[in-house]
């Protein structure tokens, strides 16, 4: 091969690239067969948290919807999809243990794909935001352990952000049911493992007993923040019983303490919130 060609063989492969990932508009838009190849990658990649059909599931928002958060364009969407979202549980492409990543083009076959999942109108929010806002600081007692916009409780997770990254379904599922799938700590996308909300209940050497949930573990010792927001730092070796438990800390709300109108008011609130 002579020096020349060999160079406008990588020029051109540099400037194909280039054309992929420069455009505003996804090249590959409205094109039936990409979407069918972004769906075979969606599947792989993204339906773990966003759920089979980009509907969204318990740790990643429903991509459906018209109307999104972070993303407006195409090349908002390329650019989340590639560098993730700092400081959320969204990963940057290639991140997810899964070889080197996806190559652009791929990436704009997902999103050819996401675009065909979307729904024309925006869903109309179901409850009334305002009466869950006050349900939520008052008789309902959410915010005893849960903090929205920096006003409410650190025992449970913050949920400023959950109206943006949870369905509706899940939301109320959380409240109904708590233990079934207890949360992840949304801003731990570092952690080679995500925490979870365990419960759990130490006893120390003089027979102290502690109960919250754990907010940082590691063979040797756990931190717990009790129900009075206290954190303990513990050796485990100097405790006389440790124990975990995947019985949610949060009480469960029957119909009978809070009615579906009632909780759907207080989701239409974290939804309000969660869309800022
Ligand atoms: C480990 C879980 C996880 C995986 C895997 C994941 N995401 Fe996400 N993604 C999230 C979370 C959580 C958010 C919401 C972040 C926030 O706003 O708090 C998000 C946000 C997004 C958004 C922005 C939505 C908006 O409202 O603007 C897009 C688009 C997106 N993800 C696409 C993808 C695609 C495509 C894949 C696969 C290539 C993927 N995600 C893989 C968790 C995940
Ligand atoms: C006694 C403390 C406590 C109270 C009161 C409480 N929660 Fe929780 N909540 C928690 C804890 C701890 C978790 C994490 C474990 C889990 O997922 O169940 C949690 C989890 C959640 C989640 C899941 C968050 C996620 O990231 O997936 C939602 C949603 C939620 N709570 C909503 C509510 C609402 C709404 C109320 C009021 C009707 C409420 N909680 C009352 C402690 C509480």
């Known amino acids: 091969m002579s020096r020349r060609w060999r160079t406008e063989v990588v020029v051109f ?8 990932a420069a455009d505003d508009r996804n090249p590959l838009a409205g094109d039936a067969k990409a979407a069918k190849a972004g769906e075979y990658e969606f599947r792989i990649n993204c339906a773990l948290c966003h759920g089979l059909g980009a509907h969204g599931g318990g740790r990643g928002p429903d ?19 590639s560098n993730g979202i700092p400081g959320t549980a969204m990963p940057a492409n290639g991140t997810n243990g899964q070889g080197v990543g996806m190559t652009d083009e791929e990436i704009w076959q997902i999103i050819t794909y996401i675009r065909s999942q979307e729904v024309k109108a925006p869903a109309k929010p179901l409850g009334n935001a305002v009466h ?15 903090m929205v916009e920096g006003k409410g409780g650190r025992l449970g997770p913050d949920l400023t ?14 409240v109904r049911d708590p233990s079934r799938r207890l949360a992840w ?8 493992f995500p925490h979870e909300y365990e419960s759990v209940t130490a006893v120390t050497a003089d027979g102290k007993e502690i109960k919250g949930v754990t907010l940082n573990e590691d ?25 975990k438990s995947r019985q949610s800390a949060m009480p469960k709300y029957d119909a009978d303490v809070l009615s579906d109108k009632d909780l759907e008011d207080i989701v239409a609130y974290l939804i309000s919130v969660g869309a800022k």
């Open 13 to 20: 492969v540099i400037l194909a690239a280039a054309a992929y």
């Open 63 to 81: 991509l459906t919807r018209a109307v999104k958060k972070h993303t407006h364009s195409d090349a908002d969407m390329f650019q989340v999809i």
């Open 161 to 174: 952000a959950v109206g943006g990254s949870r369905t509706r379904e899940a939301m109320i599922d959380s």
């Open 219 to 243: 063979s040797f010792s756990v931190q717990i923040m009790d129900s009075n927001e206290q954190i303990h730092l513990l050796k485990k070796d100097k405790l006389r019983s440790f124990q």
């Open 185 to 192: 700590g949304l801003t731990e996308a570092t952690k080679e």
């Open 132 to 146: 869950g806002k006050d349900l939520f600081y008052g008789d309902a007692n959410c915010s005893l352990c849960h």
